[in-house]
Antibody, heavy 118, light 107 residues
Framework: QVQLVQSGAEVKKPGSSVKVSCKASGGTLSNYAISWVRQAPGQGLEWMGRIIPILGIPNYAQKFRGRVTITADKSTSTIYMELNSLRSDDTAVYYC???????????WGQGSQVIVSS | DIQMTQSPSSLSASVGDRVTITCQASQDIRKYLNWYQQKPGKAPKLLIYDASNLERGVPSRFSGSGSGTDFTFTITSLQPEDIATYYCQQYDNLPPYTFGQGTKLEI
């Protein structure tokens, strides 16, 4: 069973960018799609986008289009999510989640806290 | 985009109670609905997929039903360890994959 391990917490200034990583261990990502889901403090889950690593083609939620980039490094089984032009309301825990074939999210990474503050 | 309306937003129940949460889609999503459990500080955990299928290892007191636009999630006999927030999520056709607003379950 693939496990997803994410990078650590980040503190960023408004207007800057953050890049969060999600590394697969214990298996291959070849059959998976990897989505990014965020959760603002005390709020619900919000799907941001996904990538199918073997294809390298991302899909983004309309809300984040133009500001988010999801990439895959197949050689290291690592997925990256970069969010630009950070605002205070981007403060959230960012999760990566794997899905096989259909968007049934399992496994999940442990989450990466991103704090945007001046 | 497909909108998911989940209710109630919070629920207080007692150990042993039967608990029901509903989720309504803004358009027909056939059977393509999942239910997740999230405990504080943890990632969500998949409980039910394709509206009614129990994920391996999940206790049988959890169940799901529905199709089309109306779905139900049930805990038949609430246990203390079931205290969490529950989310529905649709995945009909192409992205975006949207979540319900969540139901916070308290004892």
């Amino acid at each position: 069973q693939v496990q997803l391990v994410q990078s650590g917490a980040e503190v960023k200034k408004p207007g800057s960018s953050v890049k969060v990583s999600c590394k697969a261990s214990g298996g291959t990502l070849s059959n998976y799609a990897i989505s990014w889901v965020r959760q603002a403090p005390g709020q619900g889950l919000e799907w941001m986008g996904r990538i199918i690593p073997i294809l390298g083609i991302p899909n983004y939620a309309q809300k984040f289009r133009g500001r988010v980039t999801i990439t895959a490094d197949k050689s290291t089984s690592t997925i990256y999510m970069e969010l630009n032009s950070l605002r205070s309301d981007d403060t959230a825990v960012y999760y990566c989640a794997g899905s096989l074939g259909v968007a049934r999210f399992d496994p999940w990474g442990q989450g990466s806290q991103v704090i945007v503050s001046s | 985009d497909i909108q998911m309306t989940q209710s109630p937003s919070s629920l207080s129940a007692s150990v042993g109670d039967r608990v029901t949460i509903t989720c309504q889609a803004s358009q027909d999503i056939r059977k393509y609905l999942n239910w997740y459990q999230q405990k504080p500080g943890k990632a969500p955990k998949l409980l039910i997929y394709d509206a009614s299928n129990l994920e391996r290892g999940v206790p049988s007191r959890f169940s799901g039903s529905g199709s089309g636009t109306d779905f139900t999630f049930t805990i038949t006999s609430l246990q203390p360890e079931d205290i969490a927030t529950y989310y529905c999520q649709q995945y009909d056709n192409l992205p975006p994959y949207t979540f319900g607003q969540g139901t916070k379950l308290e004892i």
